[in-house]
């Protein structure tokens, strides 16, 4: 009996004191929290700005494009001439690679190849430090060659389109000459104010281009959408133009989401390309000595022809082309002029030559 209750007690003893033991035992660590998802990488944004620039190229291009041969009209060729003037060097410049950057905003392989960049905040902020240090890293990105596909293909037929206003209005120029054309009999009048109408055209070149709201809002919700402008997939290689280059370098900045309001200052940068500006700015000036040469009316039908339409499509395809490009030098209708690269006529720029045979001067 004595000796059970000695087994009962030290069984409880026991009991005792291995819940005490167990109640001095370092408890199991909690597992730590996981740690809080990655933001998302910022949204697509591209500033109203650019869309703005846009819309001025797009809206001029447009315009300018009306203009056709078989004009009936001295005053017909007038218009065309304010019309085909009526454009800002530097602006349609920077409208041309704003664009340009909307274009390649409606490339999906080049928006997803540069967003791969997006995720990780220390190589976004990198990809963003790269590009505006030096643009033709866009031109590296993923999807770069589709996104100048639409670029090179999308300018190129506005190019290609002055370029046939440009032969039908030369040609004009010569058949108005003929003795069966009635047009012939006020054609081969001289222009009575040269002096005001070359000032002008002169005039119409310095006013500052107004955006267009409608056109404007059209390119931002196409921008900052990746849709809208109906073009056709197309794909261009390297070597690219800087034209290119920084419409890819505006387009990569947007699809980082570093190309909103807050980022103006750098998108209209990258919009500022001293060949693209040269080019126009020439063939201003190439205007401006034709009607200072030009008499009749169908000499005039010639400036418009040669130094609106021809140079409107010589240097948008120089935007879009590292090819160099050849245009001709300022002459009047019934000339002979030489083809002479447009930088070579910054060097000097002549009198244009004097009209051919047919020409009542």
């Avoid at 000796?3 to 660590?29: D, F, H, I, N, Y």
């Avoid at 001295?74 to 410049?93: C, D, M, T, V």
């Avoid at 003929?178 to 000032?199: G, K």
């Avoid at 931002?220 to 959408?225: H, I, P, R």
């Amino acid at each position: 009996m004595l000796k059970a209750l000695s087994r009962r007690g030290l069984s409880a003893a026991a009991v005792a004191a291995a819940l005490v033991l167990a109640s001095c035992a370092t408890p199991e660590p909690e597992p730590a929290p996981a740690p809080p998802p990655a933001p998302p990488p910022p949204a697509l944004s591209l500033n109203s700005g650019v869309a703005e620039a846009a819309s001025i190229y797009v809206a001029f291009m447009r315009d300018v494009g009306t203009i056709r041969a078989g004009f009936d009209s001295a005053e017909a060729i007038q218009a065309a001439i304010r019309k085909g003037a009526s454009y800002e060097p530097g602006q349609l410049s920077r409208g041309m690679i704003a664009y340009g950057s909307i274009l390649a905003l409606q490339s999906p392989e080049f928006v997803q190849g540069v967003r791969t960049y997006a995720v990780d905040p220390a190589i976004r902020q990198q990809m963003i430090d790269r590009i505006l240090a030096d643009p033709a890293a866009a031109a590296t990105f993923p999807g770069a060659e589709a996104a100048a596909g639409l670029i090179v293909a999308t300018i190129g037929s506005d190019s290609a389109a002055m370029l046939a206003i440009a032969d039908a209005v030369e040609a004009d120029a010569y058949t108005i000459q003929e003795r069966n054309d009635p047009r012939r009999r006020w054609a081969t009048v001289h222009i009575a104010d040269r002096t005001t109408r070359l000032e002008g055209a002169k005039s119409l070149s310095v006013v500052q281009m107004l955006p267009s709201a409608d056109e404007s809002a059209r390119l931002f919700a196409a921008a900052n959408s990746g849709s809208g402008l109906g073009v056709t997939p197309a794909s261009a290689g390297p070597p690219y133009t800087p034209a290119v280059v920084r419409s890819l370098a505006v387009a990569a900045l947007a699809a980082l989401g570093a190309g909103g309001e807050d980022a103006r200052a750098s998108t209209e940068a990258l919009t500022t390309e001293q060949n693209s500006e040269f080019c126009l700015n020439m063939s201003k000036l190439m205007l401006f000595q034709c009607l200072a040469a030009s008499r009749p009316s169908y000499e005039d039908m010639f400036c418009v022809g040669r130094h609106v339409a021809r140079d409107l499509a010589t240097c948008t395809a120089q935007n879009i082309s590292p090819a160099p490009l050849q245009v001709p030098q300022s002459a009047v209708a019934g000339g002979a002029p030489e083809q002479t690269p447009v930088a070579a006529q910054a060097a000097v720029v002549s009198p244009a030559p004097t009209a051919g045979p047919n020409s009542s001067s």
